[in-house]
Structures are given as C-alpha cells and as structure tokens.
C-alpha cells in the first residue's frame, strides 16, 4: 500500500474529527466559560498539527501537539463526568448509592446533562494525527537493502 496514501487518509480522517467536533461545539454553545474554551484549542491544534504534517514539517512537534490533545481530552472526560456527578448528588439521585455506583450513572449520563463521551473525538483525532506521523516512505537499510542474495545452484 502507498505509504503516501495512508498518511494523506490519516489526516482527513483528523480534519473530519477536527469539523465534527467543531461542529458539536459550537452546537452546544460550548463557549461559556474559560474551561470550555479548552477544546476549541485543542481543535485549533489539531489543525495545526494536521497542517505541519501535510506539509510534512515538524513531525515531532505534531506528537507533541497529539500528546497535549489526548491531555485535553482525558480532562474533558474528567470534567464532564464530574459535571454530571456534582448534578447527582445535588438531586438527590446517589441516595443509598454505592461509590461506584454513582461514578458509573455519571459517566453514562444516568444523571447529568453532560457527555462524558463527547472529549473523546478529540482523542480519536489526535491518535489519527499521531499515527499519521509515523507512516513514512523508508528506504530498506541493511544486509537485505538490495533483495535478497541470489541463490547458487549446486554445481
């Protein structure tokens, strides 16, 4: 398979998790506070980053910003279950409720208006960055680099 190819697919597959996201956001109005501000910088990163490797400059830095992304997003799902857990004990839902109990109706949006699964686009676009900067065309380096050595044949 072209090398090329698959990394080109590898970044607009990002670009398309970049627009999605966009999209959910600005349909939330999810622009509030400085906390949900955090996303939308994760996006503007993530197109940076989608741009660097396009251009195929910097591929360790597009690591770095994958990596700062991924961040975002575990604390994206982080706050977003918190949310949802702050709404349950204040409703009165986690009555007799066990610790974990209460952990898994926040996280699964039992209680709570907030998806906690929502941040996780960005992580699947950052991982699609990430791969993305280690497909590259090599050259065969070694013993094997020409082919492999012809056979004799027995005299």
């Known amino acids: 398979m072209n090398a090329s190819l698959v990394r ?3 970044i607009a597959l990002t670009l398309v998790g970049v627009l999605g996201a966009g999209f959910e956001l600005a349909a ?3 622009w509030r506070t400085g906390v949900q501000l955090v996303p939308w910088v994760a996006l503007a990163l993530l197109a940076v980053g989608a741009l660097l490797l396009a251009l195929n ?3 360790g830095a597009v690591r770095a910003i994958s990596g700062v992304v991924l961040l975002a997003s575990a604390f994206g799902v982080f706050a977003h279950v918190s949310a949802n857990m702050m709404v349950g004990s204040f409703s009165g839902a986690f009555e007799g409720v066990s610790a974990i109990g209460q952990w898994w ?3 699964t949006k039992s209680v709570g208006e907030a998806p906690p699964l929502a941040p996780g686009m960005l992580a699947q676009a950052a991982l699609l960055l990430l791969l993305a900067t280690y497909v590259t065309r090599r050259t065969p380096t070694g013993k094997h680099a020409e082919g492999p050595l012809p056979v004799r044949e027995p005299a």
């Open 8 to 10: 080109r697919a590898l």
């Open 28 to 30: 939330e109005r999810h």
């Open 105 to 107: 109706q926040a996280f």
């Open 57 to 59: 400059k910097l591929p």
